[in-house]
């Protein structure tokens, strides 16, 4: 696998400018601060290939849909995340001649991703075609502290001449989205204006009407002292800018810091837009360019005291996980319930921004273990605030007595994808937004999620499952026909084991929540019956029944439950006897064959092995791992990481570790040749679970962390920290010994090996463990 960027604990570094790479880069190099975000274009102009991409959180579009021939059920539109008024613009001219990477001899160009404190950098010597060198150092972030701000510190050294630079620094709103179903253009102007050394402009979306407002200033320094330098305006539609003229002669420094304020309606009125734009741009210029950075520095520090997962022995590796971890919490900061993480996040356009159900399936358990309860919290209440419009999608369906079908993708809770057929009957996905409630309170012990929200979610979601799956009189069964399990390899299969098994849960995860809420809290539990018209007796007396007859395909022969009926029927070979010129076989097959096939995208009976591992023996998990892994192509980003769980468990350190690199270097190394769409932000949570649940083997029974550790012999050691019922757990785990280590909280029993210790608060146990055995 090729490694393009220079292996480095805390930052990534491009070396060397390579145009054909540049788009990759813009994805690898975005930033965010949860609230915006941008990939990572130049600030100059650039002739060569870019896919612009800046974004704001919550602000999308619902592009018509385009299908072939319209059916009942079909998603009326598809969600967009939107390509919003780019600010990065700094054009640079020296007397003629416009900096252009395309154009210019570029050399000892790098281009580095600070991680550890946010900030985007480059530097580079450009020489005109005229012959004329330039030196340019750039830096930019996105404020954390403040997340409606972005400052760009952009300064040229004139190397070999005497001439006049003119800068132009600018806002345009004249974007695209690449990815549009009709080529519109998604924005109008509102206004654009100048207020004396700021200047502005205000747009708004096309069909839902949400505004934006974005406004900047510039300061101007030469050889490092501050500089005035009168600037001209320009004002055309969905443009500002200002222009400078100075003179520079060898060996000087010409340098501009640009502030930028963005603002949205989804946080302010229409009437208070322009106000709040202009007061935060004139408390960032009173700040000035480095407190603002150096605050925002400091904020990411602080994260990372509590989130940062520390490999030694294995720089690849130790890049990898930071790079993970941090394009999550770039993503996502739990500020806000109505946002959620896209499987792009900030990077790209692809799956529209959306939400999936990858944050259930995978980010929860990243936000549990690194923050604040509250964070997970807020993802579970996002799906709370929809479940009025998932029951009205089940009853698009044909779905009666308010069950409710969480959409595959979605923005406000309702349906919107454009490839439907793909996903309409990958209702699994209702699985695991119940699951994520359930894992939430195993983890956090906060079970008045049951009572404030989690219930009726649960209810609505059993009542769809006991509709969804009919009686076979044949079989004298339950059974579950025309689903698409999380395998998308295979559609409209008959009996997805899968979905069959955690449709069954559902039901009775729900039925235990009323008797729990009926336990605990009997207001509350008479307000859930009236407002869910629960019939408690016959419902989960049917549901009890559905579970208690369910039909589970399997091959007592071969000791696997079968991904679907027919999944013998099909030709069976091994992805290691596939040509490797056709892979990933998602870009070299026809879907025909793809769908024919018995090649897995991702873990799909597996999937439900690592969600409900102890309702299992090992036998049973090894049988069907080493049946499964062998036939899947890993060509979802959400693949390797399970199965690195899995192998983990399992003692398979080298298939552990294989799927560990390849899940969290999948963008870093571009595994599956995509990185240029946008990085996979949501897989990038299962890199997390692949180190702590993984090679740290961390679980939570009953109320108490278990550690399983295994160490991969490249590593010296690993460690990482865990927030954990109000307490912070620092585990150290080396070849022989395993540390963990109270940092703060309430004295706590933890469980390593099936040995029970307590430790208290700025106390930690030493315990040697060996690794598992094969
Ligand atoms: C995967 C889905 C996933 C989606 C978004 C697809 O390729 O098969 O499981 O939800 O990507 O990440």
Not at 542 to 566: A, T, V
Request: with cysteine; hydrophobic share 35%.
């Amino acid at each position: 696998m090729k490694q393009y960027y220079k292996v480095d604990e805390w930052n990534i570094i491009e070396e060397g400018f390579d145009s054909s790479m540049h788009e990759s880069s813009e994805s690898i190099f975005s930033i965010g601060n949860g609230k915006m975000g941008q990939r990572a274009m130049f600030e100059e102009y650039y002739s060569g290939k870019s896919l612009e991409g800046t974004y704001i959180a919550g602000v999308y579009y619902p592009d018509k849909t385009r299908v072939g021939w319209w059916k009942n059920g079909y998603p009326e539109y598809f969600a967009k995340v939107l390509n919003s008024p780019n600010w990065l613009g700094v054009e640079i001219q020296i007397g003629n001649e416009r900096l252009d990477l395309n154009v210019c001899k570029v050399r000892n160009f790098e281009r580095k991703l600070d991680m550890q404190h946010a900030l985007l950098s480059r530097k580079f010597i450009a020489a005109f075609p005229s012959g004329k060198e330039v030196e340019v150092t750039t830096e930019r972030f996105v404020s954390r502290v403040d997340d409606e701000l972005g400052c760009i510190r952009y300064s040229v050294k004139a190397l070999n001449f005497n001439d006049t630079i003119i800068c132009t620094t600018s806002i345009n709103a004249n974007v695209k989205n690449k990815d549009a179903n009709y080529d519109e253009v998604f924005w109008d102007s509102i206004e654009e204006y100048i207020q004396g050394e700021k200047a502005f402009i205000g747009v708004r979306t096309k069909k839902l009407g949400f505004e934006v407002y974005e406004g900047f200033t510039s300061t101007y320094k030469k050889n490092g002292e501050l500089f005035k330098l009168v600037p001209t305006a320009t004002k055309k539609e969905k443009f500002v800018s200002f222009s400078v003229a100075t003179a520079l002669n060898e060996n000087e420094i010409f340098e501009v810091q640009k502030y930028v304020s963005v603002v949205s309606s989804m946080y302010y009125s229409d009437a208070q837009l322009k106000h709040a734009c202009n007061e935060k741009l004139d408390a960032a210029l009173t700040k000035g360019y480095n407190q603002l950075l150096s605050e925002h520095a400091v904020d990411w520090e602080q994260l990372w005291e509590q989130c940062d997962v520390r490999i030694s022995g294995d720089a690849a590796a130790q890049q990898a996980i930071r790079f993970n971890i941090f394009q999550l919490n770039q993503t996502y900061t739990g500020r806000d319930h109505r946002l959620n993480i896209g499987p792009k996040g900030f990077t790209g356009e692809k799956y529209g921004g959306s939400t999936y159900w990858d944050t259930e399936a995978y980010c929860i358990p990243f936000y549990l273990g690194t923050n604040h309860q509250k964070v997970a919290r807020q993802l579970l209440q996002y799906r709370y605030n929809q479940l009025p419009k998932a029951i009205e999608n089940a009853e698009k369906l044909g779905f009666k007595n308010s069950a409710a079908l969480y959409p595959m993708v979605t923005m406000n809770g309702e349906e919107c994808h454009n490839e439907w057929e793909i996903t309409f009957e990958e209702i699994h996905r209702n699985g695991a937004i119940a699951y994520a409630i359930y894992n939430y309170i195993n983890y956090t012990g906060d079970a008045s999620y049951l009572w404030e929200g989690g219930s009726e979610v649960l209810i609505g979601i059993a009542r769809f499952w006991a509709q969804r799956v009919h009686w076979s009189n044949h079989k004298k069964q339950y059974v579950m026909h025309g689903v698409t399990g999380p395998n998308e390899y295979e559609n409209n299969v008959n009996n997805n084991w899968y979905t069959n098994y955690i449709a069954c849960w559902c039901m009775q995860y729900a039925a235990q929540a009323i008797n729990e809420v009926k336990e605990h809290y009997e207001k509350a539990y008479e307000a859930l019956v009236v407002k869910t018209k629960l019939n408690e007796a016959e419902e989960l007396k049917h549901w009890k029944h559905i579970c208690d007859n369910m039909f589970y395909p399997q091959s007592d022969e071969l000791n696997i439950f079968l991904q679907q009926e027919g999944y013998l029927d099909k030709e069976q070979i091994l992805v290691a006897d596939l040509d490797p010129k056709e892979r990933p076989i998602n870009q070299k097959w026809s879907w025909d064959r793809i769908l024919r096939s018995c090649f897995i995208k991702q873990a799909d009976v597996l999937q439900g092995l690592y969600f409900f591992e102890d309702h299992f023996d090992t036998h049973t998990l090894k049988s069907n791992f080493d049946y499964y892994e062998p036939r899947t192509v890993h060509e979802s980003s959400l693949s390797p990481c399970v199965h690195s769980i899995l192998a983990a468990k399992l003692g398979y350190e080298e298939k552990a570790y294989e799927m560990y690199l390849r899940t969290s270097r999948l963008d870093l190394d571009d595994y599956n040749h995509e990185a240029h769409e946008g990085l996979h932000i949501t897989s990038m949570a299962g890199t997390w679970m692949s180190v702590i649940q993984g090679f740290g083997g961390m679980r939570v029974v009953n109320g108490k962390l278990h550690f399983a550790p295994m160490i991969p012999k490249q590593w010296a050691s690993f460690s990482f920290n865990i927030r954990f019922r109000g307490r912070v757990v620092h585990v150290l785990i080396g070849k022989h010994e395993l540390t963990i280590e109270l940092l703060s909280g309430d004295k706590i029993e933890v469980v390593v090996n099936n040995t029970s210790y307590t430790i208290s608060e700025k106390d930690s146990a030493h315990i040697l463990h060996h690794s598992k055995p094969n």
